[in-house]
């Protein structure tokens, strides 16, 4: 038993509380609001941590925001990064040293693992990316936040023991709790939880992340760390016309997020093939960051003071550009050289910006009707954030909920779908699935796979009925082996590796006694692995156009184990699926 189970052992809640919360859905909706508690206990001690960083490092005054500043001590700009980046670079390395294993965020979680996370890396996470904000980098710090809920959450649920899906409900009642309490916006926490974290939207799920969010947003609020909502002229009313403009701007906004997103790897390619060491990337990138923030401190931090000073003040138009500039870099080589932190918060100061950009184009059009500029910022806050982070109606909301605007929500709604169709159609991932995608994992959403990485074909395979040697006459083959006994035959060499399959029925159509089964093999280069999962052994089936395939032991010693017929493998991928399904709908 690992260390992990044994801890868990030991912290199992009492029996008779474990079966109340798995039997009744009353005592799994209190235990989401404690997890809601928690979650927003969390932000504002991440909070906290971070306000008074900025406060002592950057020399601020109290309760004065870093990226909100008008200007900063230069040499305190770029030592504080850089020298917090070494820190954290040198701890990253340790790490490395000690554990074995990456770090597991919800979304992975629930996507391969069943909502089982570990406490002590979601500590660990939420240290980092509150230390990295606090020097300053240009992160956001929802990574923190969910992270944080979300592994109370998990072993919470572990202690409880709680099924496969509730558990993974309840790490998504850990995250909306802390992003509702992050930005004072329960409905917003709740369809990050939903549309992010646990990836499908049911009536069954619905009660226990709403009660989660609420409780964390409350919880906020009573500690006295509420956001408060944005101060920004926006218009009563939309007129219809202005959509087409909207939609523009979402498909922008769209292009925008890729070209971000492309940009972050850009910049861990190279600090990659640069060869420099794990723990000088980070001090390499608070030096981008310090030198970034001399010029601009909106460039620092992850821009949540900016956006709510700046977003109804009117700037230069290349100013704002500049501005734009400057924090899509600073997020770039934050991210980049190994900062931890996501881009949440960044990207909604970095789509308020772009909104202020799209406004000045359109202030010079002579078609284009006049709208206030706050109104283009709002649009491309939420745009930009939904073509980064994805979930349309989480941003959809984090709109209402900021601006308290019905018309501006519908413009925000209209301008969110249209940069997710945009970034699913040019690019086909959000920042966090791009991310697993370039570590090999085949991850689009939290939606639950990690059962189809279970079902593999070790688990489905049968064993060979008939197995004959290619040497073996036809003649001798159609007589051991003959019509309607089986409708295939593995063949090997004489030391029993795979050679390929025969066919009795085109065995018994054969002519000449000197032929050998070697005549009539096929598939020979075609076969499974124990280790592959369903969807890669279905997609083999139809690679091989064959009903079925023979199981080897690994390419070079190709030694039988078994054989896999399409038919079963697709029956148990339905039958699966379906259990899944209803689980997922609460049946």
Not at 28 to 47: D, M, Q
Request: glycine share 12%; proline share 4%; net charge positive.
């Amino acid at each position: 038993m690992s260390d992990r189970s044994a801890t868990l052992s030991l912290l199992q809640a009492p029996k008779l509380l474990r079966a109340l919360v798995r039997a009744d859905e009353v005592w799994l909706a209190l235990l989401a609001t404690v997890v809601g508690i928690c979650g927003g206990f969390g932000v504002v001690l991440i909070n906290s941590i971070t306000l008074l960083m900025h406060t002592v490092l950057f020399h601020l005054a109290p309760g004065q925001g870093l990226s909100e500043s008008k200007s900063l001590d230069p040499g305190r700009a770029l030592l504080v990064p850089s020298l917090g980046g070494l820190v954290l670079g040198l701890t990253m390395a340790l790490l490395a040293r000690l554990r074995s294993h990456n770090l597991i965020d919800p979304i992975e979680a629930n996507a391969l693992y069943g909502g089982r996370m570990s406490l002590r890396d979601s500590l660990i996470v939420a240290a980092q990316t509150a230390w990295s904000n606090g020097v300053g980098a240009s992160v956001g710090m929802e990574a923190g936040y969910a992270q944080l809920g979300s592994g109370i959450a998990s072993w919470a649920g572990q202690i409880f023991r709680l099924r496969r899906n509730d558990l993974r409900v309840l790490v998504g009642c850990g995250a909306a709790a802390a992003i509702g309490g992050a930005f004072n916006a329960p409905l917003c926490g709740a369809f990050y939880g939903i549309e992010l974290v646990i990836g499908i939207y049911s009536i069954a799920t619905l009660p226990f992340v709403v009660l989660a969010a609420l409780a964390g947003t409350l919880t906020v609020q009573i500690l006295g760390f509420a956001s408060p909502p944005l101060n920004v002229v926006l218009p009563l009313n939309v007129p219809h016309d202005e959509y087409g403009i909207v939609l523009i701007e979402g498909v922008a906004c769209g292009i925008a997020g890729i070209a971000i997103m492309r940009g972050v790897t850009l910049v861990e390619t190279a600090f990659r093939r640069s060869r420099i060491p794990l723990w000088a990337r980070p001090l390499l990138g608070g030096l981008v960051v310090g030198l970034l923030g001399i010029i601009t401190p909106k460039a620092m931090s992850s821009g949540h003071s900016a956006l709510h000073a700046y977003i109804d003040v009117s700037f230069p138009f290349f100013v704002v550009f500049g501005v734009l500039i400057a924090k899509a870099v600073a997020s770039a080589f934050s991210i980049g050289a190994g900062f931890r932190g996501g881009l949440f918060f960044a990207s909604l100061f970095l789509g308020a910006l772009f909104g202020k950009v799209f406004a000045g184009i359109c202030g010079v059009l002579p078609f284009v009707s006049y709208m206030p500029a706050g109104f283009y910022a709002v649009v491309g806050m939420s745009g930009l954030a939904t073509a980064i982070v994805g979930g349309p109606l989480t941003m959809t909301f984090l709109a209402l909920e900021s601006t308290q605007n019905f018309a501006v929500t519908m413009a925000v709604l209209a301008a969110s779908i249209a940069a997710t169709i945009t970034v699913r159609r040019l690019f086909g991932y959000s920042f966090a699935t791009w991310r697993f995608h370039l570590r090999g994992e085949n991850i689009r959403s939290a939606v639950d796979v990690g059962w189809i990485h279970s079902l593999t074909v070790g688990r489905m395979m049968r064993p060979t009925t008939v197995s004959v040697q290619a040497r073996m006459s036809l003649a001798a083959f159609r007589q051991d082996v003959p019509l309607g006994a089986t409708p295939r035959a593995v063949v090997t060499d004489e030391a029993g590796r795979y050679m390929g399959i025969a066919y009795p029925a085109e065995a018994a159509a054969m002519t000449g006694e000197s032929l050998t089964v070697g005549a009539i093999l096929h598939l020979q280069t075609h076969f499974l692995l124990p280790g592959m999962n369903v969807k890669e052994a279905l997609a083999a089936f139809e690679a091989a156009e064959a009903d079925a395939l023979a199981v080897v032991d690994g390419p070079e010693t190709r030694q039988i184990l078994g054989l896999l017929t399409e038919q079963y493998a697709l029956r148990r991928y339905s039958e699966e699926l379906d259990r899944r399904r209803k689980e997922m709908s609460g049946e």
